[in-house]
């Protein structure tokens, strides 16, 4: 199964996660088969970039669900949408050249986020599994394949606009003469604390996972199953499941530490690791190639659940820890010091970061905070804690938190002394964006491209598709 989404930028990649296509089940329409009146064509290429396809399943699929989203386009979608998608796949072209690469945390972690965004939208589990009409797995594979795609068009621009800058002599001379009604008007901003409780998963439940590893290992040494198809029918890593669990050759630094310090220790491809605890959960590994710095292996991946047990024990002490903050017998920075297990954020009393091209920063627009804080902090006077809740880290791990809003900027409009940051990134990004599309005029002039007719009298934002 191919899937592509329109990844033009990173909130652009994920308003569109759920554009796939089952190649496997079309039948795609060439100039002989169009030809043949027997033939049932039900769907066609419209695009050929390189040598990659765009089905007009693709452009259907990414408009509903686009739609759905609540995206609106500027300018025809029918022309906007396939165009974006022949962009994306010049970014990934040249991503593949340059060995662009993106770490499975990353990806895993992003996955999680999105998955139980979906869930809060939707009220629970079971009603996101019913109104999609897909299972919690099968939306982790779907969604796999694109964030990877989004995280490595997003590595690729920033390689090729790494060298831009601005002057502040620039910056003052934009903004100089630019009308009232034209300046540009920056959102609330937030500052926030948070203090987290990992929910306990029980010896019991890893004691299951871990016999259940070790069933795996005796059926394949027995010979009772091969490693690919045990990874296949029960691997809870949706990326490498369906390749039977078959990572690729893959750098040391890319793969986490753990699992590294095993995978790259193995020398017989017939034999199957011990079982090896990652931030992702546990997996048994198996060698297939060694080549140089890179190690290509299999692996199955089970995760211990965490029961509604264990996460109501969580959200019961950081209620109680509320308390006592709001009592007065301890501070939040003293609480986030010593009793949160936020690694990230407990050596700074909470304070969350924000990484952005600059730097990191404790500022956030809203729209950059993880969902549930957002929904947490929104509307919360500054100096409020708000009741604990549920949420997944960047790690892709369920965890309880509560959260005090430290500071907040109401939204103003920008001025050069107050706010010359945000204009320099707004002059800088212009400059970027113009670089860029530069660049993918450029790359359309080196590559083969071929379109339906339909299509030919579209108003594209590049020029060039038309040979």
Known sequence: MNKTGIILSFAAGMLLFAVTESRAQVNVADDNSMADNHVSVVDEVIWVVGDEAILKSDVEAARAQAIQEGANWNGDPDCVIPEQLAVQKLFLHQAAIDSIEVTESEISARVEQQIEFWIQNAGSREKLEEYRNESLSQMRNELHD?????????????????????????????????????????PTSVEVQILTQIPRVSIEEINRVKDELRDFTDRVNKGESSFSTLARLYSEDPGSARRGGELGFTRRVILDPAFANVAFNLTDPK??????????????????EKRGDKVNVRHILKKPVVSDSAIAASLARLDSIRTDIVDNKFSFDDGASLISEDKDTRNNKGLMFNATEEGRTSKFYMQDLPPEVAKAVDGMKVG????????????????CAIVKLK????????TVTEDYHILKNLVLQKRKDEKLHEWVVGKIKNTYVRINDKYKNCNFEYQGWIK
């Open 146 to 186: 694109m964030v990877r795609d989004m995280y490595k068009t997003q590595k690729m621009r920033e390689e090729l606009v790494k060298d831009v800058v601005v002057t502040p002599a620039e910056v003052r001379r934009y903004f100089k003469d630019m009308p009232s009604d034209s300046i540009p008007f920056v």
């Open 271 to 288: 034999k199957v690791s011990k079982i090896v605890e990652s931030e992702f959960g546990y997996h048994i590994i198996q060698l297939i």
């Open 384 to 399: 409020e804690i708000s009741e604990p809740f549920e949420m997944v880290d960047q790690r892709g791990k369920t965890v």
């Open 407 to 414: 500071n907040r900027i109401e939204g103003h409009k920008a």
